[in-house]
């Protein structure tokens, strides 16, 4: 083993000077006691990018204890904690040539670190040093046979994890090795416990009919536009209405109260920088879970649940956006409407449709980020403007029918109109970030009967009196009882993901961009895409779809086969390089199908 050190090493050393194509050699497998170093790939330059390097340690020299490294979920979250662990100990050394990847608030499934049934493993970019065009040996040595192997050493023995993690946590509490080694090993515990504990509240939100679960204390707001962290002392804790407050018991013993948000219909309203926006953004990010100390961790939404915005510019394929939009001026067919440049209103129906399309159950929806006209029409523009020369029909029409004959359920921000009032379950009013359920004052403001609402469950579809106002959308002469029917699949062509253009695979560029052959997709307006890493892993994802598309395979069929992939195989499944796959997380489907939705060269099956 150390003959196979000092050979990289010297190696290393012989190359100093030397031009640094000569790097190349350096490929190949080596031992460092438990440790095993893979150099998969070189950068044949130093402004090429930066080498492949896997480090392993076996299960055996790991020493973890094997209650928390078996399931499928607690793998991902021990992955997490070590990432993190590994993330501080190269920040703290100052190895700055070794990258990692950069984590954040979120615990996701990605591939820089796994763990698999022999052992640990982690993937890291490695910046091969140089002097101008000339190989920095005795450096690179420094890096490859001493910084990298410690890096493993410092990640993967549980027993070294005390002192791996104590510097990241700042001043341990106590010195001794021995409590210290307990204390990192509590860690390590406690962040595979609240990730089992949010899993169960994610489930049980199913199991109850709820959409989403705010619990009591949590830290909504952020530092900054800019940052993600939680707001400092200045914010102001969540607390839920009484008539919200829900408490759950998990099989761990932990007790959780806040507010459960049922499924249906709920509006959000409030002065102006009450804290409307704040919620409707934590409850986004609810779909993935927070780690310690966010401030969000009892925040946790159904996980299918999508925001939805107007965006105007983007491109639109072959969608049924009819439900809200018909009789257009141009004659166009709004069954299958395709533009390269969508306004405010159909872009934001574009987007909605797509979304319950790969199986949203909740919609996200916010003022700011809304098309007025989309979202409502007062009574004197409906009296001015007669409703066959207006093509839109608000979604204050059919967000009820969308809840009782499609099962979607919506929480939307309204400040600035009591429109929503008459289809709301729920009316939660804020004041200066306090939440209070004001539904039945909202209710007798606009004369809505609640028991009419309460029939209108998906389970008792019809039982809602015709000319109750929450079947408002009846009044519409074209409308039809199946008008929120599944529309019929949406079929790719088998050449749609393969255009002869492109000669380079897909390629994620930063956040919220990615390049396909020629194409950019944006994703900018994609808010719940919030990680560089999951724009590489819906690149990859386009690739594998290029595969499966056949003429004959829909698009929601196709990103099911993605979704089976991915729970079998992991992220690494994604990738076609199965060695090293690179830095690449778990996106959701909705932000796959976001992808390929905004692609404008898609083109469907007729
Ligand atoms: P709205 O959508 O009602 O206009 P926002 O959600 O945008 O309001 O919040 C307005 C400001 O208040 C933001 O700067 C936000 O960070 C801050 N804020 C939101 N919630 C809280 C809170 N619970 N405590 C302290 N500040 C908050
Ligand atoms: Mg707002």
Redesign the pocket.
């Known amino acids: 083993m150390n003959s196979q050190r000092s050979n990289l090493s010297s190696t290393l050393h012989s190359l100093d000077g030397r031009s640094y194509g000569n790097y190349k050699q350096i490929r190949g497998r080596y031992e460092f006691g438990p440790v095993t170093v893979f150099i998969d790939r070189v950068q044949v330059d130093p402004f090429a990018s930066p080498s492949k390097v896997r480090i392993r340690i076996n299960r055996a020299e790991a020493g973890f204890p094997t209650d928390i490294t078996t399931e499928r979920a607690d793998r991902i979250a021990v992955s997490d904690f070590l990432f993190r662990v590994g993330n501080s100990f190269l920040h703290r050394t100052d190895r700055h040539a070794i990258i990692l990847g950069r984590p954040g608030q979120e615990v996701l499934e990605r591939t820089n670190v796994v763990i698999d049934d022999e052992g640990f493993e982690a993937r890291l970019l490695v910046n091969l040093p140089a002097r101008g065009r000339r190989i920095l040996g005795h450096q690179a040595a420094d890096i490859l046979t001493r910084d990298v192997p410690e890096l493993a050493q410092a990640m993967f023995v549980h027993a070294n994890l005390a002192t791996s993690a104590q510097a990241s946590d700042g001043p341990t509490r106590d010195d001794s090795g021995n409590d210290a080694q307990d204390d990192s090993s509590d860690a390590l515990r406690e962040h595979v416990q609240l990730h089992r504990d949010q899993l169960e509240l994610q489930n049980h939100l199913g199991e109850e009919d709820l959409l989403a679960f705010v619990g009591n204390g949590a830290i909504?707001?952020?530092r900054s536009g800019d940052s993600d962290l939680p707001?400092d002392s200045?914010?102001?804790a969540f607390t839920s209405p009484s008539s919200l407050e829900h408490t759950v018991t998990l099989s761990s013993g932990r007790s959780l109260t806040g507010m459960a948000i049922p499924r249906g219909v709920t509006v959000i309203v409030?002065g102006?920088?009450?804290?409307?926006?704040?919620i409707l953004r934590a409850l986004e990010r609810g779909v993935y879970p927070h780690i310690a100390g966010d401030g969000r961790e009892w925040v946790i939404t159904e996980p299918s649940a999508t925001s939805i915005r107007a965006e105007d510019g983007r491109a639109v394929t072959g969608d049924d956006i009819s439900p809200f939009i018909n009789n257009l001026p141009s004659g166009t067919d709004t069954r299958a409407f395709t533009t390269t440049n969508a306004s405010g209103s159909t872009s934001q129906a574009a987007n909605l449709v797509e979304a319950v399309e790969v199986g949203a159950r909740s919609l996200l929806i916010d003022e700011?980020t809304s098309a007025t006209n989309f979202m409502i029409r007062d009574e004197r523009m409906r009296a001015l403007i007669p409703a066959e020369r207006e093509p839109i029909t608000p979604f204050v029409d059919r967000i009820r029918p969308l809840f009782t004959r499609r099962g979607v359920s919506t929480v939307l921000?309204a400040?600035g109109s009591s429109a929503f009032f008459e289809v709301a379950d729920h009316v939660i009013a804020?004041d200066a970030?306090v939440p209070q359920e004001v539904t039945e004052k909202a209710h007798e403001l606009v004369g809505v009967d609640p028991a009419e609402l309460e029939g209108a469950s998906p389970a008792d579809r019809d039982a809602a009196s015709p000319a109750s106002p929450v079947n408002r959308e009846d009044e519409s002469a074209d409308d039809s009882g199946d008008m929120f029917a599944a529309p019929r699949p949406r079929i790719p062509t088998a050449t749609a993901l393969r255009p002869s253009s492109k000669t380079k695979s897909a390629k994620a560029k930063g956040l919220g961009q990615v390049q396909f052959g020629k194409a950019f997709i944006d994703l900018a307006a994609v808010s719940q895409l919030i990680d560089p890493q999951q724009t590489t892993g819906i690149a990859e994802a386009l690739e594998y779809m290029a595969e499966i598309f056949d003429d004959r395979t829909s698009l929601t069929d196709a990103l099911a086969e993605v979704e089976d992939m991915l729970d079998a195989q992991g992220v690494d499944g994604l990738t076609g390089n199965r060695d090293h796959p690179g830095h690449v997380s778990r996106p959701r489907p909705q932000e796959i199908a976001a992808a390929l939705n905004r692609f404008r060269g898609l083109r469907l099956v007729e």
């Open positions: 909504l707001p952020r707001m200045r914010a102001v409030g102006g920088y009450h804290g409307k926006s704040t700011d921000v400040g804020l970030y």
